[in-house]
């Protein structure tokens, strides 16, 4: 931003100020009510074009002040945005983890469930092949005790006589 250069009105020549001070006096009489009647101290600002050299440095301080404070505002802003959007991208990558580790542990949960499957299903087979070892050794039994009845149960004295 260029510095103002501050030029008194009676610093005009004559033909100057009467040719320029129509036109200086309708832009501002145009531009104080806009800004403000007042300074920061509370001075009144007048909107006459003849007014002394102070109160136009008065009101381009004011003016100053408020570009100035337009401008804070809006770094504030951009700073505030900046967070925003940092947290945002926080937010998002948190998101993005959380839906990795899901999908992850979802995987772990489909292996483990097809380990169990594999695992049950072998006990199955297991079962089954128990089962048939005690169904042929309980047939085996029977024929054992069935030949230990038979022999066991003869009478001795009618063997001798044949």
């Not at 074009?49 to 408020?66: F, G, N, Y």
């Not at 542990?105 to 049950?120: G, V, W």
Request: no cysteine; glycine share 2%; proline share 4%.
């Amino acid at each position: 931003m260029k510095p103002v250069k501050r030029f008194p009105f009676g610093y005009l020549s004559a033909l100057d100020a009467s040719n320029q001070g129509d036109a200086v006096g309708t832009h501002i009489t145009k531009v104080l009510p806009l800004v403000s009647h007042f300074d920061s101290v509370g001075t009144e600002i007048t909107s006459d074009p003849r007014s002394p050299p102070e109160d136009w440095s008065k009101l381009i301080d004011r003016v100053r002040q408020a570009a100035q404070h337009a401008r804070d505002i809006e770094a504030q802003a951009q700073e505030q945005e900046l967070r925003v959007q940092a947290l945002l991208d926080r937010v998002r990558q948190d998101v993005r983890d959380a839906a990795e580790r899901v999908r992850a542990a979802e995987a772990r949960s489909a292996d483990i469930q097809s380990r169990a499957d594999a695992l049950l299903k072998a006990a199955d087979e297991k079962l089954l092949a128990a089962e048939e070892r005690a169904r042929i050794s309980e047939e085996w039994l029977a024929r054992v005790q069935e030949t230990i009845v038979a022999e066991f149960s003869e009478k001795p004295a009618l063997r001798h006589v044949i």
